[in-house]
């Protein structure tokens, strides 16, 4: 078990973004200690991985919670649960793929105003 500073030092996430996620439905089934502390098992880390995951790639945060419902639900929602992921991936690789034609617009730009520059302090 973790707690929720333990979480956050292995996760980045803050301890509200942690009491966010819970309170919105992203992370549910935290355990407590007898004090009250919140208490993160090893599935809840799992789950946060994901959650971060989808978060890191655009799914809108209700989209997320959609999915972990959906997985609280059952088998019976591995159809739905697998076209959330696919469409996810499918938007995921059309802004891959815009991001690559900025990166290489960029990388044209750095090349071009590198050899200006080049030129610029020859001429110094």
Not at 61 to 90: S, Y
Request: hydrophobic share 35%.
């Amino acid at each position: 078990m973790y707690s929720i500073q333990e979480v956050c030092n292995k996760t980045g996430l803050t301890a509200h973004t942690l009491r966010y996620y819970e309170k919105e439905g992203l992370l549910t089934h935290v355990s407590r200690s007898s004090g009250g502390f919140r208490q993160y098992s090893d599935e809840d880390m799992e789950w946060l991985g994901l959650i971060c995951c989808l978060k890191n790639t655009g799914m809108p945060l209700q989209e997320i919670a959609r999915f972990v419902q959906l997985a609280h639900e059952g088998d019976e929602t591995l159809e739905e649960r697998v076209k959330l992921l696919k469409d996810h991936r499918e938007k995921l690789i059309a802004r891959m793929d815009e991001m690559q034609k900025y990166l290489e617009k960029i990388t044209w730009k750095v090349n071009f105003f590198s050899g200006k520059l080049a030129e610029y302090q020859k001429k110094k």
